[in-house]
């Protein structure tokens, strides 16, 4: 039972343009959101955050989205660079004790 | 300097062997955790630690015991490795177990068990 869906595999953009990376839920317990970005050979590392008091949050050129009443979320980079070329992991929890569920990952390439 | 760092980096084994990953963390923080990331690439939680007491222990087999000598350290024991344990291990760490709190993740442990 996935509860956190990405389901672009993968996404290649242009140097310079915007990459959408789209993250669905079906848990409406979940009110954190977030997301990390994979290099092969290291661990995740964390790259923004959401509370779904919000839906919008933004950190340089990564903005995420959220929109609680379709169960989505979406992490922009705007604009893209080579160097975001990577696996891209969404993953939610709710508040207490609750351990991060992670979807599937999107590989996102930029080519130059 | 590494934050979290957990060896050996690869891990290749037979069947039936007993092997142990060793993961430590230099940030101070109290909760560390293990995700398996198997071969659809699901990151699943396996267990996480908070000062050294076990908070966290989704359905995996007993055959994987963690050790948590002290809140710097959660070393994964796996007794009678089977095929089905390949995958790679990360280890994490995070401030507190609350969740929503942004985890620090190890660079892995590719386990191949022939």
């Known amino acids: 039972d996935q509860q956190v869906k990405q389901n672009s595999p993968s996404l290649s953009v242009q140097e310079g343009r915007i990459s959408i990376l789209n993250c669905d839920y079906t848990?409406?317990?979940?009110?954190?959101f977030l997301w990390y970005k994979k290099y092969p050979a290291e661990g995740p590392t964390f790259l923004i955050s959401?509370?779904?008091?919000?839906d919008k949050n933004e950190d340089g050129r990564f903005t995420v989205f959220l929109n609680k009443s379709a169960k989505h979320l979406s992490l922009h980079i705007v604009p893209s660079q080579p160097g975001d070329s990577a696996v891209y992991f969404c993953?939610?929890?709710?508040?207490?004790?609750?351990?991060?569920?992670f979807g599937k990952g999107t590989r996102l390439s930029v080519i130059a | 300097d590494t934050a979290v760092s957990q060896t050996p980096k690869y891990l290749v084994t037979q069947m039936g062997n007993d092997k142990s990953i060793k993961c430590e963390q230099n940030?101070?923080?109290?909760?560390m955790y293990w995700y398996k990331q198997d071969s659809k690439k699901f990151l699943k939680i396996m267990f996480s630690?908070?000062?050294?007491?076990?908070?966290i222990n989704e359905t995996v087999p007993n055959r994987f015991s963690p050790k948590s000598p002290d809140k710097a350290h959660l070393n994964l024991h796996i007794n009678s490795l089977e095929l089905g344990d390949s995958a790679v291990y990360f280890c994490?760490?995070?401030?507190?177990?609350?969740?929503?709190?942004?985890?620090?993740f190890g660079s892995g442990t590719q386990l191949s068990v022939l």
């Open positions: 994490a760490s995070s401030q507190d177990s609350e969740g929503g709190e942004k985890l620090f």
């Open positions: 848990n409406s317990m979940f009110d954190y």
């Open positions: 959401i509370s779904s008091i919000k």
């Open positions: 993953a939610a929890c709710y508040s207490g004790n609750t351990p991060l569920v």
């Open positions: 940030l101070g923080h109290d909760t």
């Open positions: 630690y908070n000062n050294k007491e076990l908070i």
